[in-house]
């Protein structure tokens, strides 16, 4: 085993329970179907990625592990799933004997493009650790290690803040890339803004918007507004 290979582990709530934070907008069946959009670019762009050696799914959810089947990813069975921490926990565990680089993403970042991902790779040469913060609300988008041990994961409110006080803790170097691709997510209704909406190609995740006429039915027309600063 090639102990500079690298895998990407992506944990997946179960679709039912997915994206409450979007639930004064958008009804349960819709939550689901925007988390699977969004997992199948997100797997789609983790498999275009050529210095990754696999990828590995953690998630309870049957309908995720046939997503995954579908982009040649392995599965992970997050039997008690108590939360994202536990759930990387678990995967990191699974990694652990083979001694592999690990990047960590969470499902909801469509806009993130396999040269985004390359680079988080690249910079795991130059130091242990690399973070992606998310843009806006102090999370961690991607947590890359260089060995599954060396950080716990610490995901949820001011997560960036607080992997980088573990890293910190365990003098352990870290890089730091402010990448757009990787730092947008969709949690919020905010995160629907116009420049989301009108941009690139936004895969699977854009089509299912475009379904949902979601630029009507929240009132966004093609024009900025300054939902937020991009
Ligand atoms: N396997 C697994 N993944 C989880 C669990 N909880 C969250 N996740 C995943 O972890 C990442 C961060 O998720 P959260 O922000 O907690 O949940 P979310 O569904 O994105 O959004 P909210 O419901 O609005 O909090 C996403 O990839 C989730 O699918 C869990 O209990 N088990
Ligand atoms: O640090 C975090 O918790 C994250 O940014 C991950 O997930 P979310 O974008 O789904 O909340």
């Given at each position: 085993?090639?102990?500079?290979?690298?895998?990407?582990?992506?944990?997946?709530?179960?679709?039912?329970?997915?994206?409450?934070?979007?639930?004064?907008i958008?009804?349960?069946?819709?939550?689901?179907?925007?988390?699977?959009?969004?997992?199948?670019?997100?797997?789609?762009?983790?498999?275009?990625?050529?210095?990754?050696?696999?990828?590995?799914?953690?998630?309870?959810?049957?309908?995720?592990?046939?997503?995954?089947?579908?982009?040649?990813?392995?599965?992970?069975?997050?039997?008690?799933?108590?939360?994202?921490?536990?759930?990387?926990?678990?995967?990191?565990?699974?990694?652990?004997?083979?001694?592999?680089?690990?990047?960590?993403?969470?499902?909801?970042?469509?806009?993130?493009?396999?040269?985004?991902?390359?680079?988080?790779?690249?910079?795991?040469?130059?130091?242990?650790?690399?973070?992606?913060?998310?843009?806006?609300?102090?999370?961690?988008?991607?947590?890359?290690?260089?060995?599954?041990?060396?950080?716990?994961?610490?995901?949820?409110?001011?997560?960036?803040?607080?992997?980088?006080?573990?890293?910190?803790?365990?003098?352990?170097?870290?890089?730091?890339?402010?990448?757009?691709?990787?730092?947008?997510?969709i949690?919020?209704p905010i995160d629907f803004g116009p420049?989301l909406i009108?941009?690139?190609?936004?895969?699977?995740?854009?089509?299912?918007l475009?379904?949902?006429?979601i630029a009507?039915?929240f009132?966004i027309?093609?024009?900025?507004?300054?939902v937020?600063?991009?």
């Open positions: 085993m090639d102990e500079s290979e690298t895998w990407a582990l992506v944990p997946v709530k179960r679709f039912s329970q997915a994206k409450g934070r979007l639930g004064d958008l009804v349960a069946t819709e939550r689901a179907k925007l988390a699977q959009a969004m997992l199948c670019d997100v797997l789609g762009n983790l498999r275009d990625t050529r210095s990754l050696a696999g990828i590995a799914v953690v998630s309870a959810d049957p309908e995720a592990f046939a997503i995954a089947k579908r982009f040649g990813a392995a599965m992970i069975f997050d039997e008690v799933e108590t939360g994202v921490n536990a759930a990387v926990q678990r995967g990191l565990d699974a990694l652990q004997p083979y001694g592999r680089r690990v990047l960590v993403v969470p499902a909801d970042i469509p806009f993130a493009r396999p040269e985004d991902f390359e680079h988080v790779i690249r910079l795991l040469d130059h130091t242990p650790i690399v973070l992606v913060p998310a843009l806006y609300d102090g999370g961690t988008n991607a947590l890359a290690m260089r060995s599954p041990d060396m950080l716990e994961p610490r995901f949820g409110e001011d997560s960036f803040r607080a992997h980088r006080a573990l890293a910190r803790q365990r003098q352990l170097s870290c890089s730091v890339f402010k990448s757009h691709g990787i730092g947008k997510d949690d919020c420049y009108s941009s690139q190609n936004l895969g699977t995740t854009g089509s299912f475009d379904e949902l006429r009507e039915r009132g027309d093609d024009h900025p507004v300054p937020r600063l991009f």
